[in-house]
C-alpha cells in the first residue's frame, strides 16, 4: 500500500469500470493528484477533473506519468488506443517501468503482448474486475503475462483486493468468471428490479419494494458467505412445510429461473470468447 501511495495511476479510457476502480483506490488513500486518465471526449473527463485527476485527450500523457496504467477502453478500441502512445514511450528505458494492467473482456494475454510488444520491457496483467469495486464489495481475478514480475503481481492483486475479494485464476477461466462476476451485477440488478415489480404489484410503494428488495439480496448473499452453509440447505431454512416460500419457489421452477440463470453465464462467457477471437 505504501508503493501505492507514492506511484502514478493511469487510466485509458475513464468510464464505468476505471471509474469503479478508481474510487475503489480513493477510498483506500490514494489521492486524485495521482491519478492520470485519457479518453477522446473532454466532457467525459469532466467529473475527473473536478476531483483533481490529471486529465488529456490523447493518450499519450498517461502512458508517460502513470507506473501502473489501466487499459480500460471497449475491447474494440485497444489497438488504437495503445498505437497512440507508442511516440511517448518511444525508448526502451521510458516503457522499461510501465506495468499494464488490461481489464477488457475477452482481449488475451497473447494479444495483449503482442499489441504492447513494441513498448519494449513493458508488462502486463489480465483481470477481470466488476463494478461493486466502486462501494468496496468488489469480486475480480487476475492472470500475469509472461514478463510480469512477483512485485507486479502483488500490486495488482493489493489493488483489487483494496475493494473486495481477488484470486489469481489460469486465463481459461477468465471468460467464464466474466460471464458470472463481471456481468453478474447487471444479472443482479434485473432481479432486484423484478423483485421490487412484484412488491408493488402486491402493493408495496417503489422505493420500499426496491429497498427491501436490495436489502434481502444482500443479506442472503452474506448469509451464503458468512455461514458458509450450502445454498440449498439455506433454502431449505425458509421453506416452512406448506407455507409461502415452496409455493413461490415453486413459481420461480415453473418459470425456469435457473435455467435462465445459467444460459445467461454461459451467453455471457461464449460473448467474451467472441470478443477475443476478434482483432
Ligand atoms: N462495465 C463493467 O461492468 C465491466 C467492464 N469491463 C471492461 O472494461 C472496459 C471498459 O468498459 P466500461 O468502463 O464499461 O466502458 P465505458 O464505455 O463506460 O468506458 C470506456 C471509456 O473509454 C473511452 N475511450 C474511447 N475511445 C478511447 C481511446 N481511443 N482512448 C482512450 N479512451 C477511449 C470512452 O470515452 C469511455 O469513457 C471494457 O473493455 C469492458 O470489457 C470489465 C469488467 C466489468
Ligand atoms: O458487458 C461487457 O462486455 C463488460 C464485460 C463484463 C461486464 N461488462
Same mark, same amino acid.
Given at each position: ?23 475503489? +483506490? ?10 492520470? @486518465? #485519457?479518453?477522446?471526449?473532454?466532457? *467525459? $473527463? %469532466? /467529473? ?40 511517448? +514511450? ?10 499494464? @494492467? #488490461?481489464?477488457?473482456?475477452?482481449? *488475451? $494475454? %497473447? /494479444? ?168
Amino acid at each position: 500500500m505504501d508503493y501505492l501511495k507514492q506511484c502514478n495511476i493511469g487510466f485509458i479510457g475513464g468510464g464505468n469500470m476505471g471509474t469503479a476502480i478508481c474510487e475503489a +483506490l480513493v477510498r483506500k488513500g490514494v489521492r486524485y493528484s495521482q491519478i492520470y @486518465v #485519457s479518453g477522446p471526449h473532454e466532457d *467525459k $473527463l %469532466e /467529473s475527473w477533473k473536478k476531483k483533481g485527476a490529471h486529465v488529456s485527450i490523447g493518450n499519450g500523457k498517461v502512458a508517460e506519468e502513470a507506473d501502473i496504467i489501466f487499459l480500460a477502453v471497449k475491447p474494440h478500441i485497444l489497438a488504437a488506443a495503445v498505437a497512440n502512445i507508442y511516440d511517448t +514511450l518511444d525508448t526502451p528505458s521510458k516503457a522499461a517501468n510501465k506495468l499494464f @494492467v #488490461s481489464i477488457l473482456a475477452g482481449v *488475451k $494475454l %497473447e /494479444s495483449l503482448e503482442n499489441i504492447l510488444s513494441r513498448l519494449e520491457g513493458s508488462r502486463v496483467i489480465r483481470v477481470m474486475p466488476n463494478t461493486p469495486m466502486m462501494v468496496g464489495e468488489g469480486c475480480s481475478v487476475y492472470c500475469p503475462g509472461q514478463q510480469a514480475t512477483d512485485f507486479d503481481t502483488v500490486l495488482v492483486k493489493t489493488i483489487l483486493e483494496l475493494s473486495g475479494i481477488c484470486q489469481l485464476v489460469p486465463e481459461s477461466m477468465i471468460d467464464a468468471v466474466g460471464g458470472l462476476a463481471g456481468s453478474g451485477p447487471a444479472f443482479i440488478y434485473l432481479i432486484i428490479e423484478a423483485m421490487s415489480d412484484g412488491g408493488v404489484k402486491m402493493g408495496i410503494p417503489r422505493t420500499m419494494a426496491t429497498s427491501f428488495a436490495a436489502q434481502t439480496v444482500l443479506g442472503a448473499a452474506r448469509m451464503v458467505l458468512e455461514t458458509e452453509k450450502h445454498t440449498g440447505v439455506l433454502k431449505d431454512e425458509v421453506c416452512s412445510p406448506g407455507g409461502t416460500t415452496i409455493t413461490g419457489i415453486h413459481a420461480l421452477e415453473t418459470g425456469g429461473v435457473r435455467v435462465a440463470i445459467m444460459n445467461a453465464i454461459e451467453a455471457a462467457t461464449k460473448k467474451s470468447e467472441e470478443l477475443g477471437h476478434k482483432k
